[in-house]
């Protein structure tokens, strides 16, 4: 069974910046894909970025340049380094590992406003 749990969202002024992180147990391995979604109510979710070991990481071109992913394979996590945030980058983020099937985590909650 595989579990995913996130943290570190929370509410940040324009222009700050948060970490995300989210644990994988069960069968996830360095070669599986993990990365992030985000939502908002009433939209559909959208892509930010994924990394699959020994490949380049990708992301959404409206966090390019801004956001980071990385991964440590020793705790079988990712993270999305989030700086310069926006109003606009306001939505519930989820993980995801891609293994045969999408995996989810519960959603962290990241609110950018002052």
């Known amino acids: 069974q595989v579990q995913l749990v996130e943290s570190g969202g929370g509410l940040v002024q324009p222009g700050g910046s948060l970490r995300l992180s989210c644990a994988a147990s069960g069968s996830i391995f360095s070669g599986n894909a993990m990365g992030w979604y985000r939502q908002v109510p009433g939209k559909e979710r959208e892509f930010v970025a994924h990394?699959?070991?020994?490949?380049?990481?990708n992301y959404a071109d409206s966090v390019k340049g801004r956001f980071t992913i990385s991964r440590d394979t020793a705790k079988n996590t990712v993270y999305l380094q989030m700086n310069s945030l926006k109003p606009e980058d306001t939505a519930v983020y989820y993980c995801?590992?891609?293994?045969?099937?999408?995996?989810w985590g519960q959603g962290t909650q990241v609110t950018v406003s002052s």
């Open positions: 995801y590992a891609l293994r045969g099937i999408f995996y």
């Open positions: 990394i699959v070991s020994g490949g380049l990481p």
